[in-house]
């Protein structure tokens, strides 16, 4: 499951994406993203730390994409934040291979193959979505405006 700070880490970098101008300050952030600005902070530190926003000190400071939006996809936000996209550390290839704690033979286990399937078909699509993606699809706030 998608935990609530990933979930404020791509709305705020989706924002970031939208910007018309080249960066946001952590305030216009947060109020973009719905997200409480003191957690947002911390998740933007973060996300500087791994390359993904580049982050400007003094008057004119503010937070940027470290690279163009289409090169940045949910997956790797994802991972950031969350971890490992796989369900459980036997069927997670960035790790490498780990037995579950609880499994006693990992090449018997019935639920592998099945957990090995859901971690490369969602792969497959978070590593196909771009923040570019997403911030070219409209948001609930531009349908309502529209309509």
Do not use: H, W
Not at 2 to 12: I, P, T, V
Not at 28 to 40: I, M, Q, S, T
Not at 117 to 137: C, K, M, P
């Amino acid at each position: 499951m998608l935990s609530q700070k990933a979930r404020y880490a791509l709305r705020a970098l989706v924002e970031l994406a939208r910007a018309d101008c080249d960066q946001l300050t952590s305030g216009e952030l947060a109020a973009r993203a719905d997200a409480p600005r003191k957690f947002l902070e911390a998740i933007l530190l973060e996300l500087s730390r791994n390359n993904i926003v580049v982050s400007r000190r003094g008057k004119f400071g503010g937070y940027s994409l470290s690279r163009p939006a289409a090169q940045i996809s949910f997956a790797e936000i994802i991972r950031v934040i969350d971890g490992p996209l796989a369900l459980a550390p036997c069927v997670s290839p960035r790790l490498g291979f780990r037995k579950c704690d609880d499994c006693e033979d990992p090449a018997t286990c019935a639920l592998r193959e099945a957990l090995m399937r859901a971690r490369d078909a969602t792969a497959q699509v978070l590593e196909g979505y771009s923040l570019a993606d997403a911030a070219a699809s409209p948001g609930v706030a531009d349908i309502l405006q529209s309509a």
